[in-house]
């Protein structure tokens, strides 16, 4: 037995080893390529995201490698009657089964631990790359396009002459109490700072207009921005899907602690003005206001709370990929490494996946409880055990 079992091992390792060097080389590939084209990536840029994109092409690759494997190898074995063979020397299929359960149980702790890694170390090393090269993507961009923006700043040129631009026209968006600048000079040069972070932009020759209201020339104007700013960066570090595991009980605690102080000072402010009589102030936009702040802290509890858990469901769908494709490769005793992967993939991408998103939106607004994003892994579980009770007694 012994034998048996380290024969399927060895074939299962076999195929998972190349099939997922194979599909995570592709990944990291393309998702270069996606962030390339997107962003306008010079190559020494390009060259320093791979680190921070294979934990993001792993956590994807892992589980459908793993259903490949398990459908191939078993599928195989099924095809050359080879499980037929060892059930006639009375040796029950799970017995063969139990190789790809323990390879798939471990395989979906570091799947887990893939998922932590790529939103909480692998995003945020792309979104430093980004940042700290938007002096290098920007000169790129007004070179081939003419334009670069961001959420805080555009910028459009008549050409790139080496480090000077020609004719830029740009644009500082509205913040807070600042008013939209325009600026119009005759020639312009950025600037990196990564010591202190920020990006300056040193113009020549220049016409400054703040929002219509004030305008005046300069033969000389420098503008300091911070590289955050003036970068083409996403989503935000203190993002509840930005944070590692280890920090998200902690952030929980102060989000209760939060909500519990604001839910307390608005109840007291409530009686004094009750009290007082002063129902003016009580029914002013001021409170729809600060509903409107409770409103987002608690959806950022929701969140927090939901986190763990979808990394986890994640990581987990290995082994419940694992739990499904085995049994039914078994059942189908098709050789066809192909058909039996995607007539198992399609069920599971029509019905687990959307279980999933449809679970993780709930549980984020509120509507769900944290746990409903295991919907997908439970009813995966349930069609494997349905069919392992098909091929044991079978």
Request: net charge positive; charged share 20%; with cysteine.
């Amino acid at each position: 037995m012994k034998i048996l079992t380290r024969y399927i091992l060895a074939e299962l390792l076999k195929w998972f080893l190349v099939s997922l060097s194979i599909l995570t080389l592709l990944m990291v590939i393309f998702g270069i390529l996606q962030q390339a084209l997107r962003r306008g990536l010079p190559p020494a840029q390009v060259f320093g995201l791979i680190p921070y994109t294979l934990p993001e092409a792993l956590r994807y690759s892992v589980p459908g490698t793993l259903l490949l494997t398990a459908t191939s190898v078993y599928g195989r074995l099924a095809g050359s009657n080879e499980i037929l063979a060892v059930k006639a020397q009375g040796i029950s299929p799970r017995k063969l089964l139990e190789p790809i359960w323990v390879m798939a149980f471990l395989l979906s702790l570091v799947a887990v631990y893939l998922n932590d890694l790529a939103v909480s170390w692998g995003r945020t090393g792309a979104q430093r790359v980004v940042i700290e090269s938007v002096e290098e993507i920007a000169y790129a961009m007004l070179q081939t396009q003419g334009r670069y923006g961001s959420n805080s700043v555009a910028i459009n040129v008549k050409s790139v002459d080496g480090r000077r631009l020609i004719c830029p026209l740009v644009t500082f968006y509205a913040r807070g109490n600042s008013p939209e600048v325009t600026i119009t000079a005759a020639e312009a040069k950025l600037e990196t700072n990564r010591d202190e972070g920020v990006l300056r932009i040193l113009l020549w020759d220049a016409t400054v207009d703040y929002g219509g209201r004030v305008s005046y020339k300069t033969d000389f104007f420098e503008h300091e921005m911070a590289l955050q700013d003036a970068s083409q960066a996403g989503e935000q570090p203190h993002e509840p899907s930005r944070l590692a595991l280890r920090v998200i009980p902690n952030e929980i605690d102060r989000q209760n602690a939060l909500i519990d102080r604001h839910e307390t000072n608005q109840a007291a402010r409530a009686a004094c003005q009750m009290l007082t009589g002063d129902f003016e102030t009580l029914t002013s936009d001021e409170w729809k206001t600060n509903a409107r702040v409770l409103e987002l802290a608690r959806e950022r509890l929701c969140k927090l709370r939901t986190e763990p858990q979808r990394r986890w469901a994640l990581g987990f769908s290995c082994l419940a990929f694992a739990w499904v494709g085995a049994p039914m490769a078994i059942r189908m005793r098709n050789r066809d490494l192909l058909t039996s992967f995607f007539l198992c993939f399609l069920p599971i991408l029509v019905v687990y996946y959307p279980l999933l998103a449809v679970g993780v939106d709930g549980a984020k607004d509120g509507r769900l409880p944290p746990w409903s994003v295991w919907a997908g892994n439970v009813l995966l579980l349930a069609w494997g055990a349905y069919l392992l009770r098909k091929v044991i007694r079978y």
